[in-house]
């Protein structure tokens, strides 16, 4: 079966290399481009984090790292949600 994430064009959404299912929407509006981090809950939900207007070539790591400290916190969350 092939995921749905497999059938979205990378210029829009790109999973980060060296993360653990952190992904990267792209958007251009106007003459700004805008990254929002999100990740995928079971496959089927969308969970946006954090998101900053790039500016230079390289995402900041700071943004990166807080992502991944959203994504760690959600799931957290999730989890403690569930085993009530």
């Known amino acids: 079966m092939i995921k749905q994430v497999d059938r979205v064009p990378e210029k829009f959404l790109k999973h980060l290399n060296?993360?653990?299912?952190?992904?990267?929407?792209?958007?251009?509006?106007?003459?700004?481009?805008?990254?929002i981090f999100c990740c995928f809950d079971?496959?089927?939900?969308?969970?946006?984090?954090?998101?900053?207007?790039?500016?230079?070539?390289?995402?900041?790591?700071?943004?990166i790292e807080k992502a991944e400290r959203l994504m760690d916190e959600y799931f957290e969350l999730k989890d403690q949600d569930h085993g009530k």
């Open 18 to 35: 060296g993360t653990n299912g952190l992904y990267e929407i792209r958007v251009a509006y106007q003459s700004n481009i805008y990254r």
């Open 42 to 63: 079971e496959g089927k939900l969308v969970v946006l984090f954090n998101g900053f207007q790039k500016k230079t070539q390289k995402t900041p790591k700071k943004e």
